[in-house]
């Protein structure tokens, strides 16, 4: 079993900078991915961003060049960097993890919402 909990998320304006943070604790594989989904109101749930342990990354087209994920192997951490945000990215966001490179959503996360308005 993995436990993750998300911490970062809130208000913030239209142009702002968010980052989140979640940790993986529990039966951790040395290769896995993790990954940020996201759902909005009355909409799916969408994946924003996906990181392997070697490093390799994926992203939605709607984040790119806007969000950054990154990775700590050493302490199961995985962070979402999300700049320039739009009010179209107020969501709950949840983190997830994966026992292989190909797969990153056997377990998630609560969530952690975040809302952008002015």
């Known amino acids: 079993q993995v436990q993750l909990v998300e911490s970062g998320g809130g208000v913030v304006q239209p142009g702002g900078s968010l980052r989140l943070s979640c940790r993986a604790t529990g039966s951790i594989f040395s290769i896995n991915s993790m990954g940020w989904y996201r759902q909005a109101p009355g909409k799916e749930r969408e994946l924003v961003a996906v990181?392997?342990?070697?490093?390799?990354?994926h992203y939605a087209d709607s984040v790119k060049g806007r969000f950054t994920i990154s990775r700590d192997n050493a302490k199961n951490t995985v962070d979402l960097q999300m700049n320039s945000l739009k009010p179209e990215d107020t969501a709950v966001y949840y983190c997830?993890?994966?026992?292989?490179?190909?797969?990153?959503?056997?377990?998630w996360g609560p969530g952690t919402q975040v809302a952008v308005s002015s």
């Open positions: 997830t993890y994966g026992s292989s490179e190909y797969r990153w959503d056997d377990y």
């Open positions: 990181i392997t342990s070697g490093g390799n990354t």
